[in-house]
Every structure is written in structure tokens, then in C-alpha cells.
């Protein structure tokens, strides 16, 4: 979808990939963003986000959103972010809706490319499965808990934004942001997995009359934290 770049410094807006293109986009922590005019999933429908994040060690006070949309209101905001208070939730995967929210278990303020993946398949925040680097995080709640509502919703002026959020000025990011991917549909395990593997890499190629082969390789674990 596409995304209007705000109050980024020009020639710092873009940053080296997690796949060593140099379209990533690096935000400074104070006000920069990419707004965008899409209304996403609303009401209690399944969907999921996706995204590579390089979230490095900060001590500011900003609450960190890297997706967000929706009203602030009770059960509608959709807000994918770091947890960044003090708190069990600190530097932690989290899904915020107004009144509460589900968090990970891993901290993530480490500087390196992390694939991160929030899935809703109900109604409630029970229903949301947080997955990082392609596993799922043991959950955490506060606010209301496992049993608040999701009842996202899609204003004019509350469309989503990666790197901020419409409704307050205190959830900029700081860091990096790659490949954002919103879905209408709940990701199974399997999807998530595919999302984090890179493709397979072409090793060698013969070819024979009327044959054809190809050897391909998969990236060790290692590999893979360096794509």
C-alpha cells in the first residue's frame, strides 16, 4: 500500500535492508513517519501483520509504535509496537488496544534485524498469537487482559501508520522498519514461518538435452540472521 514519508530529515530516510537492499526505512524517534491511506481490517475480524524490525538499546520515552490505526477508544486502536515503560512489557513484542494489551517474552533492544508477526484469529486479545523469528512468544497481558474486545476502527484521520501513531505524538519509533505486510486473514504458523525464511539460494546449474537440473541450498540459522 502506499505511504506518504513525514517529517523525515531528507537524506536519512532510508537505511540498509535486513536483506542488505537499501530500502528499509530508519526513523529517528521524534516525529518521523509513513502515513498511509489505507483502513485497514476493522471490528473484530482476523487479520495479521508482518514486518522486519531493528530496534537498537534507548533510554527516551517514546512508546515505540511500529503499525498503528484506529481510534483511541476502548478496544479500538490497533497498535503494534516495543513496549517501552517500565514494566514487564519493556522492550517487548506488543499488541496495544485501548485498555490493554498481549506482550512477548524477548527482549528485542539488541540492534538486529528481528522478523516480527502479530496474528488475530478472534474477537479478543486472547485470540492474538505474537510470533518472533518465526516462533510464537510466550504471552503476557495487562489492562483488561485475555478478555478485552478487538473492535478496531477506521475514521478519517486514524488510518494506519508505520512508525508512529495518529492518535497521540509519544509512539515514535526509533530505529528500523522493513517489509510491512497487513493480511486480512489470520496467518497460520506455517505462513509465518515462509514470511522468515529467505528463498532458497541456486548453488549449481547444469543442463543436459532435454534435462535440466538445479541444486539449492537453505540457509543455515546463522545465514539466516544475516539476511
Same mark, same amino acid.
Given at each position: ?13 532510508? %537505511?540498509? &535492508?535486513? =536483506?542488505?537492499?537499501?530500502?528499509? +526505512?530508519?526513523?529517528? @524517534?521524534?516525529?518521523?513517519?509513513? $502515513? !498511509? ?47 517501552? %515503560?517500565? &514494566?514487564? =512489557?519493556?522492550?517487548?513484542?506488543? +499488541?496495544?488496544?485501548? @485498555?490493554?494489551?498481549?506482550?512477548? $517474552? !524477548? ?49 478519517? &484521520? ?70
Amino acid at each position: 500500500f502506499p505511504a506518504s514519508l513525514a517529517s523525515f530529515t531528507p537524506g536519512t530516510e532510508w %537505511t540498509q &535492508g535486513r =536483506d542488505s537492499s537499501p530500502w528499509a +526505512l530508519n526513523f529517528d @524517534g521524534l516525529d518521523d513517519a509513513a $502515513n !498511509t491511506p489505507f483502513a485497514p481490517v476493522t471490528g473484530s475480524a482476523p487479520r495479521s501483520l508482518a514486518a522486519w524490525i531493528r530496534y537498537p538499546a534507548q533510554s527516551d520515552t517514546e512508546l515505540d509504535a511500529i503499525f498503528s490505526y484506529g481510534a483511541n477508544t476502548t478496544s479500538s486502536r490497533w497498535t503494534v509496537r516495543i513496549g517501552s %515503560t517500565a &514494566g514487564s =512489557d519493556l522492550n517487548k513484542l506488543r +499488541l496495544e488496544v485501548s @485498555g490493554g494489551g498481549i506482550f512477548g $517474552n !524477548t527482549d528485542l533492544n539488541d540492534n538486529q534485524w528481528h522478523h516480527i508477526a502479530v496474528v488475530q484469529s478472534g474477537p479478543t486479545l486472547g485470540d492474538v498469537t505474537l510470533y518472533l523469528d518465526g516462533f510464537p512468544q510466550t504471552p503476557g497481558f495487562n489492562g483488561a487482559g485475555a478478555p478485552l474486545a478487538i473492535n478496531s476502527t477506521a475514521n478519517p &484521520g486514524q488510518e494506519a501508520a508505520i512508525g508512529s501513531s495518529r492518535h497521540a505524538t509519544n509512539y515514535n519509533f526509533k530505529g528500523a522498519i522493513d517489509d510491512v505486510r497487513f493480511y486480512d486473514h489470520a496467518l497460520s504458523a506455517q505462513e509465518v514461518a515462509t514470511l522468515v525464511a529467505p528463498a532458497p539460494k541456486i548453488t549449481a546449474f547444469s543442463a543436459v538435452p532435454g534435462n535440466l537440473c538445479l541444486l539449492y541450498t537453505s540457509p543455515s540459522p546463522r545465514d539466516r540472521q544475516k539476511s
